[in-house]
């Protein structure tokens, strides 16, 4: 169910006002851009408060507001760990822990890439081309995620066909990108950040207000627990307010593992290995900026994961209370002191007869509801019934798509003109991270694959060409995948599934390379192809609705979506519980038995401490 518009002369105006701004930001990074340094690090002197703010940006995406927003509204408050996390790892331990080393060693070494980075650790061309190639080759999967957000969300705010908001923001997003480099990415990043803030901050005030404030809101939802679809009680779920079933070995703990496994731990733990954010640390000129940056970007980062995730999960109790009545007939009563019930849905036909919904399985339609009126009805028979009216979870308006419960929230329940606001705010965080998502394919592309293979030497002016075509290549790539992968809730899959392999693949041998003097180069080539490979394999073999949907596990299993199609619980559990642990076992035993780095590079990778200091400051 979703209400569209169409667009009107102001909103027309205000969208072109906001493009202008940020065609007038991608001008000045343009315009500022005359070296390789300021194209890919952005002169290395970006200001504290530009840096958080564009990092908590291309962090937060249409991503996380439609799309994990739109599982909260599913699931539920669970989704509020992925915010602890995304503050205590994404903010507070990637940027006291991991920012200033990986600023330091990229300053001495000359580092404009998080392949790059790797690859001058590690001595390696190939570690570098690896890292490269995992990137130019999956972030268009990240950015599909991020642009099929934005692209529903204005379709249904405006009434447009989907795949015309896929094109507009397709375009918007190479018209700055492709000329302005990171400097042009930066500052859009920056005005795009504060429109988010502004309507994160009025959302999560409406929503509450809406429903009687805080207390209130959260008791309604609370209550609500009875009203959970049967399909997902059987998975564990227990009530938008609570945690799913925990255990192992029964289908009816999947949902823990889905939330857990594959959410909060994919996403939260991911954050670290990301390489378009990592290299936001080496924009900076000294530890200070990263130190101004913490506070401003753990505010954003709160503001832009815990709205969406506890609107998403209130917007249910929105509906209950305020959403559009539904008729029908009862089937089975929940609970006779608040008057709920299992409601076989009914329309009126043109006749004024009631008739029957029918469901995808072309059975009538049967969903919980809370009973506001009675009366009596006569159906296509003529045959008299009660018809009774009410509401129900956000969840039967949008028919169980997770990807629709944000927008539809908006255009049903807030005001016109916000919907523009929070388009705009959309429209920002969809290019804030797509313009990082998309610099980070041209120079993986250029600096670390096409350099490296055709061995042109370190500190040579990079091929911004290349880049800028890669920068091309990746976007139409996401277009297309944007505009041929649209089931279930895919917005969030696509975003854990990449995060996830990042992780698997990088985290190891990023982490291991800024802190251990041991670690070799051999032992991070080692833990980069364990952790693909068994998130591949976990992938395309076990993880049930990616290997369902790839289709090969099928050839083998005979049509089963997983190997351990009869295993309980596995086929939920993500890649990432399985891959990074073996990837960092192997980093771990290859460099024990493997030939260490020479002392007089190890001496130029790691600065003693008092010296940095001085150096800093």
Known sequence: MTEQSGLGWIDILVILLYLIATGY???????????????????????????????????????????FGGVAGLFGMSLLWLTFLNIGVGIFIAFVFLGEPTRRMGHRLGAHTFGELLGLRYQSRAVQIFAGTLVFLFMPLYSAAVMTGGSIFAATQFGIDFEVALLIFALITAAYVVPGGLKAVMYTDTLQGFVMIAAMIFLLWFTYSQLGGVGEAHRFLTDMADMVPAKLQAIGHQGWTEMPVFGWGSNSYNLWWIVVSTIILGVGIGVLAQPQLAVRFMTVRSRRELDRAVPIGAVFIMLMTGTPFIVGSLSNAWFAQHGPLLNGQVEQVIDADTDRAMVALMRQNDVGAWTPILGKDKKPAVVPLIITTREQAADASGQGFELVSGRSSIITYVKGEADQVIPTFISTALPRWFGIIFFLAMLAAAMSTMSSQFHTIGTAAGRDLY????????????????????????????????????????????????????????????IGGLFFRGVTRAGALASMSVGFGVSAFWLVFIKAKEAGTIGLVQLVTGGKPSLLADAPNWPVVDPIVVALPLSALTLILVSAFTRKPDEAHLAQCFTPRRRARATAS
């Open 25 to 67: 930001l991608g001008w000045l990074g343009y315009r500022g851009t005359r070296s390789a340094a300021d194209f890919l690090v952005g002169g290395r002197s970006a200001h504290p408060v530009i840096m958080a703010i564009s990092y908590g940006a291309t962090f937060i995406s249409t991503a996380a507001i439609v799309g």
């Open 451 to 510: 350099e490296q293979i055709s061995r042109k030497p370190h500190g040579s002016e990079p091929s911004l060409l290349a880049m800028r075509l890669a920068v091309v290549v990746g976007l139409l790539v996401a277009v297309t995948i944007s505009y041929t992968v649209r089931e279930g809730y895919v917005i969030a899959r696509f975003t854990a599934i990449f995060f996830g392999l990042c992780a698997a693949a990088f985290m190891p041998a990023y």
